[in-house]
């Protein structure tokens, strides 16, 4: 490897960083997709419970997660980068919340930046991490991904929607044989995740054959790496308003009979999103864009930190608002659906539930 490809990794790296949350503070992060205000909460006026009583424990790879929450993969591999790792991995541990790093494919290729993702455990030494990589490295690169931060899972990555509008971006896409492979032989349990553009009931389907043991549906309506990916190319390909809504493919993974553990992606910025993610399915939410741009202002960390306490706080008065004492009776919450929710539904399922 040159050190020209390298400068280009790294740049490329930080222009993530700053136009994601350029857009992200624009707002440009929209789609025409259904968003959880499509979902409306019916109350429950007579609850028979106190916000002591509730516990949204939840077990997921596994593991125990107090709070169904955690930070998700952005970034690694640069001087800037490393030091928001670092930020996030003090934040992730003071709040008691799992945390992924982003991709590990740059110190994979050099390996002198794996020291940056290195210090994430050595910050969170009891932390549950989460590796990253995209979906076409090989076992090999997977065990080494994971030997890097001593993770206790992997997530990879697909992102065909982000790949096509980059001008460097790939052009070929083979992945299911190598997900399964890598799923199956790996000794941590395997996460696929998509970006921000959704997953439809096939994906679900094609995921369900493999030895996947999670999915994250990351879904439009946060970060819209198309729109990034398309300011920083040439060759115009416009999908800016491509994909599927995290809410939406939160219904997909309901319609194709999901099994695998599930997490919720993709424009979380409030205790509500959380809350109503559950009740689609989701074992955990995770946030990207929403952490990276409260964490960018003055005394970011100290922000980051106090929302984070305050969703905790709220999820447990969603629990009372809605009558239920933990996880497993959130799937009994019901809903009024917007007329534009009412017709994916029947678009989708073919009847309303
Ligand atoms: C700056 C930035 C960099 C990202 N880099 C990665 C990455 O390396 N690997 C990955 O799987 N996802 C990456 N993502 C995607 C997020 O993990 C997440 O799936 C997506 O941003 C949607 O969530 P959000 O709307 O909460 O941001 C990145 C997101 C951001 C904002």
Redesign the pocket.
């Given at each position: 490897m040159t050190k020209n490809e390298k400068d280009i990794h790294q740049h490329r790296?930080d222009e993530?960083?700053s136009?994601?949350?350029k857009y992200?503070r624009e707002g440009k992060?929209q789609t025409s997709g259904l968003t959880f205000s499509d979902l409306r909460l019916l109350p429950n006026s007579l609850p028979e419970l106190s916000v002591n009583e509730v516990s949204l424990k939840t077990q997921f790879l596994g593991e125990d997660f107090a709070f169904p929450f955690y930070i998700?993969?952005?970034?690694?591999g640069t001087a800037r980068a490393d030091r928001l790792n670092e930020q996030l991995a003090h934040i992730a541990k003071n709040q008691q919340l799992a945390l992924?790093?982003?991709?590990q494919s740059i110190a994979l290729k050099f390996p002198e930046l794996a020291s940056g993702f290195k210090k994430v455990r050595e910050i969170h030494p009891n932390g549950f991490l989460f590796a990253?990589l995209?979906a076409g490295h090989d076992l090999e690169n997977a065990k080494r991904a994971v030997d890097m931060i001593e993770a206790n899972a992997l997530?990879l990555?697909i992102?065909t929607a982000q790949e096509l509008p980059m001008d460097e971006g790939d052009r070929a896409f083979y992945w299911l044989d190598n997900i399964h492979e890598i799923a199956s032989k790996l000794e941590v349990p395997v996460v696929v995740?998509?970006?921000?553009f959704g997953m439809a009931q096939k994906t679900f389907k094609q995921l369900s054959q493999t030895a996947v043991a999670g999915i994250?549906v990351?879904?439009a309506?946060?970060?819209n790496?198309a729109w990034i990916e398309r300011k920083r190319s040439k060759n115009g390909f416009n999908v800016d308003d491509f994909g599927l809504s995290?809410v939406e493919s939160l219904f997909e993974a309901k319609a194709a009979g999901n099994q695998k553990q599930l997490v919720a992606?993709?424009?979380?910025?409030k205790a509500e999103d959380i809350f109503k993610s559950l009740c689609l399915g989701a074992d955990l939410a995770?946030?990207?864009?929403?952490?990276?741009s409260t964490l960018m202002q003055e005394n970011g960390a100290e922000k980051v930190e106090a929302t984070l306490a305050q969703w905790k706080a709220d999820l447990a008065k969603f629990l009372v608002l809605t009558g239920c004492q933990n996880r497993s009776e959130l799937a009994q919450v019901e809903f009024l659906y917007s007329a534009n929710a009412l017709n994916f539904l029947q678009q989708r399922q073919g009847k309303i539930y």
């Open positions: 790296k993530h960083l136009l994601a949350l992200w992060n998700e993969a952005m970034t690694g992924a790093v982003g991709s990253n995209g997530e990555h992102n995740k998509e970006v921000g994250n990351g879904g309506g946060g970060t790496f995290t992606t993709g424009g979380i910025s995770s946030s990207a864009g929403f952490i990276l």
